[in-house]
C-alpha cells in the first residue's frame, strides 16, 4: 500500500509579474515505511510538494493521496482531522508555541487527539529522553538553544507516532552529533514501526540515512534513485 | 473537552504575554463596570428616594378612597366604611399596617400669615405603621393620639406662618353642608421631611379631633396602606380590594401617582442605555486589543492548524481569551463599585444643588443603593457584548490559511 501519492501536482505562485511554477506535473509514489529524501536548491519546489502532501497547501491541479484517501478535494476541518491523526511535521523554522513549556508543546498534538492526561504526560517525558531533553520539560522555547527548540518540535512531530512524517530541513540548527542522533531516531522509527518519513534537506548527511532520494529542479522530479539498491 | 483544556490554556498565557496592553485594557474594563455599576447606584438611590418620599406624601403602597374622591377631594367623597368597620374588618384580615385618615384641603391662620394645606386627621398610633410625611418630629412632641388637641405643622411651615411651638393657629375648611368650619390648635411639634415642599404642605391634628370640626363622626377620607416593598403590591392590593367589595376605589401608588409610577420603568431602561453606552466605548479597545493579539500570533495559529487543532478550538482560544479580560475587569470593576458605595451609606450630601434637585421630587442627600438586579444586568451586558465583539477577531484567526500563516514574517 503507499503512503503518499500523488498524480499530476502542478502550482503555480504569483511573484510579482512572474508565474512561478513550484510544482510542474509531479507523479510521486511513496511506499508504506519508505524513508525519502526531497532535494532541490532553493525555490525548487520541495517545500510546495511537502505542504500539498501535508494537506496544508492545495495544488491547482492533479491528485494527493494518502494512505489510500484523496486528500486535495477535502474542507479545512477533514484535512485538520487527518494530520491530527495520521501526520507528523517538522517545520523549517522552530515553530513551537511560545508560551507552552517544552513538555506541553510535545503534549499539544495528543491533547488535541484527546488522550489522557497521564498517558501523554508519560510519553512526552519519555521523548524528551530519547532526544537528549531530560531535565528540560518545564522550560519555554525562550529558555532553549535553537537545536533544543528543534529537537521539541522533531519530538511532538514523532510522539504520537503517525504513520507519515514530514520534515522540513530538520537538522538545520543542529549540529553533527545532535543531528545523527536524531537521523538514528528517525531511522528506529522508520525501522521498527514502520513510519514514513519524507524529508526536504539540502543536507548531504541527511539524504545518507535515506533509503529513496528525489531529487527536484524548477519544480520537477529530475532524479529519483533508490539508495538501498545503490 | 481537550480542545477546550488547551484553548483555555493558551489563552489564559497569552493574555499576559504583553501584559502592559492587558493592564491597560482590564484599567478600561474595570473603571466602564465601576462607572456602570456606581453611577446606576447613584441614580437609582436618588429614584428610590423620590420614590419613598412620593409614597410617603401619598401616603402607602395601597390607598382607598371614595369613587369620586380622585376628581373631588372634598369632605362630601369620604370611604363608604365608618372607621370602626374598617377597623374590624381589617382585624379579621390580619391587615396591621393601615391608618384611616380625614384629608381635606384648609387654610391655616397664624396671626401675621395664612396659607393654603392639606389637612390630615390622624391616627398618630397607626399612622408610625405606615412611615408617612410627619413622623420625624424636629421640635416638640408629635402628636399622642386620636383625641389630641394638639397640631403638628413642618418647620418651613411654621417659618413661613412665623409661629413656633405653643403658639396657636387657625385652620378652616368646609363641612359636608359647605359651611365654614374652622378651629383653634395650639402648634405642640414641629416635623421634618426630606422634601421642603412637604414641610409647607401638610398640617396633622387627631383624626377625632378632625371630624368633629368638620361634622364627620366616624368617617374618614382614605385608607392608606403598606407592605415591604414597592415594586412588588400585587397582592396587596388584590387582598385590599376583596376587603373593600367593590364599595369603593382601591389603587396602587402608581395609579395614584402616575409620574412615580413610570418612575421605574424609565429608570430600568435608563440603566440599560447607561450600560450599553458605557460599553461601546469599552468595545473598540477590547477589539482591537484582540486584533493586535491576533495579528501578533498568526504564525502560532498557522503552526496549531497545521498541527490538526480545528479553525472552532481557535476561535475558542480567542473568545476564551475575551472571556478571561472581561471576567478579571468585571471582577475588579464589581469590586471598586462596592468599595465606592460603602463609604456613602451614610448619605452624599448635594445640598449645593438640591434646589435644583427638589424641582423633581429629589431629596438633598443621596443614598446610593446598588441593586443585585443591576449588578447582574451589567455583567451580562458587557460579558455578552464583549463575546460578540469578540468573534470577528476569533473568526478571522481560524480561517488562516495554515502555510501562509506559517511563513507570514
Known amino acids: 500500500m503507499s503512503a503518499v501519492r500523488c498524480v499530476d501536482l502542478c502550482k503555480t505562485y504569483r511573484q510579482g509579474d512572474q508565474d512561478i511554477k513550484a510544482l510542474d506535473h509531479v507523479d510521486l509514489e511513496i511506499s508504506d515505511g519508505g524513508f525519502v529524501c526531497l532535494s532541490a536548491p532553493s525555490g525548487g519546489g520541495k517545500t510546495t510538494l511537502l505542504n500539498a502532501i501535508g494537506g496544508l497547501d492545495k495544488p491547482d491541479t492533479g491528485e494527493v493521496w494518502i494512505a489510500e ?20 511535521f517538522v517545520f523549517q523554522a522552530y515553530n513551537l508555541i511560545p508560551v507552552l513549556s517544552a513538555r506541553e508543546n510535545i503534549e499539544f498534538v495528543m491533547q488535541v487527539q484527546g488522550q489522557p492526561t497521564a ?50 530541513e530538520p537538522t538545520a540548527n543542529l549540529d553533527s552529533t545532535t543531528s545523527d542522533g536524531l537521523m538514528a531516531l528517525f531511522v528506529d522509527l522508520n525501522q521498527n514501526h514502520n513510519t514514513t518519513f519524507v524529508i526536504a534537506t539540502h543536507d548531504q548527511r541527511v539524504m545518507g540515512y535515506a533509503k529513496r532520494l528525489i531529487r527536484m529542479l524548477d519544480g520537477k522530479i529530475v532524479d529519483d534513485i533508490d539508495q538501498q539498491a545503490a | ?122 391616627d398618630p398610633l397607626r399612622e408610625r405603621s405606615i412611615e408617612a410625611v410627619g413622623s420625624v418630629i424636629a421640635e416638640g412632641r408629635g402628636l399622642e393620639s386620636i383625641d389630641d388637641n394638639g397640631i403638628v405643622i413642618g418647620k418651613k411651615l411654621a417659618g413661613k406662618l412665623d409661629t413656633e411651638i405653643g403658639k396657636r393657629i387657625v385652620l378652616m375648611s368646609q363641612d359636608p353642608d359647605n ?56 397582592l396587596l392590593l388584590a387582598d385590599t380590594r376583596r376587603l373593600m367589595d367593590g364599595r369603593d376605589e382601591v389603587l396602587s401608588w402608581q395609579e395614584l401617582d402616575t409620574f412615580l409610577g413610570t ?29 493586535m493579539a491576533v495579528f501578533e500570533r498568526v504564525r502560532e495559529i498557522g503552526l496549531m492548524l497545521a498541527l490538526g487543532m480545528r479553525p472552532s478550538g481557535i476561535m475558542l482560544q480567542i473568545i476564551f481569551e475575551s472571556l478571561l479580560l472581561l471576567m478579571l475587569g468585571l471582577s475588579i470593576g464589581n469590586a471598586l463599585a462596592y468599595a465606592s458605595v460603602i463609604p456613602l451609606k451614610d448619605g ?39 463575546l460578540i465583539a469578540s468573534l470577528s477577531p476569533a473568526w478571522r484567526a481560524s480561517r488562516y490559511e495554515p502555510v501562509k500563516a506559517i511563513t507570514k514574517v
Open chain 2, 1 to 122: 473537552m481537550k480542545v477546550v483544556q488547551i484553548s483555555f490554556l493558551l489563552a489564559s498565557r497569552n493574555l499576559w504575554r504583553n501584559y502592559r496592553r492587558t493592564i491597560i485594557m482590564l484599567v478600561a474594563i474595570s473603571v466602564g463596570a465601576w462607572a456602570m455599576i456606581f453611577m446606576t447606584a447613584l441614580m437609582r438611590g436618588m429614584v428610590n428616594e423620590m420614590l419613598r418620599d412620593g409614597i410617603r406624601s401619598l401616603p402607602g403602597l395601597v390607598q382607598v378612597h371614595n369613587s369620586a374622591y380622585r376628581d373631588d377631594p372634598s369632605i362630601n367623597n369620604l370611604v363608604s366604611m365608618t372607621d370602626i368597620e374598617i377597623e374590624t374588618t381589617f382585624a379579621a384580615a390580619g391587615i396591621e399596617r393601615y391608618a384611616t385618615r380625614v384629608r381635606v384641603p384648609a387654610i391655616i391662620s397664624s396671626e401675621r400669615e395664612s396659607r393654603g394645606v392639606t389637612l390630615l386627621g390622624v
Open chain 2, 263 to 291: 418612575m421605574l420603568g424609565v429608570m430600568d431602561g435608563f440603566v440599560l442605555v447607561w450600560i450599553v453606552v458605557i460599553f461601546l466605548a469599552l468595545s473598540f479597545g477590547l477589539v482591537n486589543t484582540l486584533v
Open chain 1, 119 to 168: 498517558l501523554r504526560r508519560d510519553k512526552a517525558m519519555a521523548i524528551l529522553r530519547e532526544v537528549g531533553l531530560a531535565g528540560l520539560e518545564d522550560r519555554r522555547p525562550a529558555e532553549m538553544s535553537g537545536g533544543q527548540q528543534q529537537r521539541v518540535a522533531v519530538a511532538r512531530a514523532i510522539v504520537s507516532r503517525p504513520a507519515l512524517v514530514l520534515a522540513d
Open chain 2, 348 to 386: 452624599l450630601d448635594i445640598s449645593v444643588v438640591a434646589e435644583g434637585m427638589e424641582m423633581f421630587g429629589a431629596a438633598s442627600v443621596l443614598y446610593p443603593e446598588i441593586q443585585v438586579n443591576d449588578v447582574v444586568l451589567a455583567n451580562v451586558v458587557v460579558l455578552t457584548l464583549g
Open chain 1, 69 to 88: 484517501q484523496r486528500i486535495d478535494q477535502m474542507s479545512k476541518g477533514e484535512l485538520a482531522a487527518l494530520r491530527l491523526s495520521q501526520i507528523g
Open chain 2, 179 to 234: 359651611e365654614v368650619a374652622d378651629r383653634g390648635f395650639r402648634v405642640v411639634g414641629l416635623f421634618e421631611a426630606n422634601l421642603a415642599a412637604q414641610e409647607e404642605a401638610f398640617v396633622f391634628a387627631g383624626r377625632t379631633v378632625v371630624q368633629k370640626m368638620l361634622g364627620i363622626d366616624g368617617r374618614v377620607s382614605e385608607i392608606a396602606l403598606t407592605g415591604d416593598d414597592y415594586r412588588n403590591v400585587e
